[in-house]
Structure formats: structure tokens, C-alpha cells
């Protein structure tokens, strides 16, 4: 055992006996001096985009859902009634059906933004193939277009509309250039009555649904209100909104409750004209203001309509703008009990 263990320290050579010398080592770690450890990058992601992408994810979930259903719903009954079955009606139902295929997938691989506009440039298409060989340019076409191009606004952005809209004229244009030129044979479909119904529907479905999604949201958010306000009374408080030198312009309906006088007392007054005493915590309050800083626990004592003295705490935050700038501000008062007086001795 002994011989064991002397054969393996003979193996390991000691660090002096490396054949590196010292000196070598010494210059090395001079040349090249010891770097600082790098702290890691973490991305702050705002809800707002989180929020947008939510949104358009389970927009075009449902959207493409919609577009390949009625596109197969039409086909059958197409072909169950015995309409026509040329070539150009399956192209434009073949577009409809890539349009749903393609929003799915996108939604699967999470990417709902170019989903979008690959359902949004799918559908102009069929759109744009009934105009050129069913008919040519007719107000149901220009409505089909116009909803469109409000879809692609509700759920892009005002700059997705835009393109829109131009993808839109281009694809009038071409077709008008088409039927003026007598490129496109004229088609026996253009004078039946439902050479517009597969894109038609589609559209109509998209903007139903946009719309029962808007009114889903004002009913959320009215409740959402209900509740704030539920909690401000709860509280003894109330909500206020001002403009950036800390103006009110808004205020909750447990406002005029509070102090006994109406709504309108409060806009155009700033915070700092709320408080009767006028002393420290008035400058203090608008010195905040004024340096955009957030709005913390300012005591503030009031007179109201029938002459008996609030006390409320002041509290908000600054409103910005995209681009670092307050406009504003939003907080609540809340109603505060001044402490009792201890009994004497």
C-alpha cells in the first residue's frame, strides 16, 4: 500500500518543478491582465408589447379558424347546389383556404405578426381574382377592401393600414389596367349573384368578430371601473388625473362625494391648490410636480362644502410618453382619520 501511494506522488510533479519557469508565468499574467467578469444583460420587456402580442396571437387563432371554416363551408355548398366549378372559383377558394393554413401555422410557430400579413395578402388576392375574372371592379369589392384594410389598422397599427390601403389601390389598379386592356376575357360569372360570396363572408366574419371583441373589452373595462370605484369608496378616497404642472382635468365619481361640492369645482385646480394650509407640504407638492418626480403620501387638509375639515393623502405617478416625457399624472386621494389626541395625565 505504501509502494502505491509513494509510485503516484512520484507521478504528479509539484508546481515549482513544472517545466514552465516561474518567471515566464509572472510575465504572462502581467501581458495579460486579469479581465472584469461581464454582467449579464437582462431585456425588460414592457407589457404593452406583451399585451400586443396576446392580442394578435389569439386574434389570428380565431381569424384563420374562421377563414378555413367558411371557405369550406362555401365549397360544399357549392358544390351541393351545383354552382359553377371553373377554374377561377377554386383559385379564389384555394387562395381562402392558404390564408387559414398559413394563420395557423404562423399562430402554432407564434409568430402572429407575419401570420397577419399572410392571411391580410392572401385575402386581397382573392379578392383582387374575383375583381379580375368575376365582374371587374363593384362596391362589394370596395367594401371587401376597405374591411380589410380596417382589420389589418385594429390589429397592425395605423403604418400596417397604410400598406394596406396601397396594396389595395395597386391591386384596383391592375385590375382596371386588365379590363381596360381586354387582357381578361370577359367570364360568364360576372352576372351571377354570388361571385362575391365566399370573400364576402369571410370578410363580414372578420369584422363581426373584431367588433364582438371591442365590445367585450368596453364591458371588461367598464366593470374593471366599477370595481376601481367600489374600492375607492370602500376606502373613504378617489381617483384623480392631471396634466403635467399638476392641473386636474379628470376626476372619479367619489370626488364630489368627498368634499360635497360638484365635479366641476375640481377642474382647472392644482394639487397643490387642494390643501387649505398652504404651508411645506403645498411647495414640497409642487416642487415634485414640477421636477416630474412621483407623487408620495402628501397629507393634504380641505374645508368641504358644509365646513368641516378632510384629510386626505395624496398619492400618483407620472404619465409618460413614448418617448420619456410626462404628461401627466394619475394617482388617488385617500381619506385619513387625524390620530387622537392622548387623554391627559
Known sequence: ?????????????????????????????????????QQKKFRVRSPGSRLEFDFRQRRLYIASTIIFGVTVL????????????????????????????????????????????????????????????????????????????AVAMRVLGARAAMIAAAACLVALGVAAWAHTTGLVPESGLAQLAWKHALTGAITVALLAELMWYASRQDSLQGEASERLEDFARASG?????SDAGGRLFWVSEAAPLSLRVSREWFIGKTLWELDDAAGSTSRTL?????KGEPIRAFQVLRRDGDGQERRFELSGLPALTSSGEVQGYRGVALARVPAAEPPPA
Open 237 to 241: 378616497g378617489w381617483f384623480w388625473e
Open 1 to 37: 500500500m505504501t509502494q502505491r501511494v509513494r509510485s503516484m506522488s512520484e507521478r504528479v510533479k509539484p508546481y515549482n518543478d513544472h517545466p514552465m519557469d516561474q518567471a515566464e508565468l509572472a510575465a504572462r499574467s502581467d501581458a495579460a491582465p486579469a479581465q472584469a467578469p
Open 286 to 290: 409642487q416642487e415634485t410636480v414640477r
Open 74 to 149: 362555401m365549397v360544399l355548398m357549392q358544390l351541393l347546389l351545383g354552382g359553377a366549378r371553373s377554374w377561377s372559383v377554386m383559385v379564389v377558394a384555394g387562395l381562402c383556404l392558404a390564408a387559414g393554413i398559413a394563420g395557423r401555422i404562423a399562430h402554432a410557430r407564434r409568430k402572429p405578426r407575419l401570420g397577419w400579413w399572410l392571411l391580410d395578402g392572401l385575402l386581397i388576392g382573392a379578392i383582387t381574382w374575383n375583381v379580375v375574372f368575376h365582374g371587374g371592379i363593384d362596391a362589394p369589392a370596395i367594401v371587401q377592401y376597405v374591411v380589410l384594410v
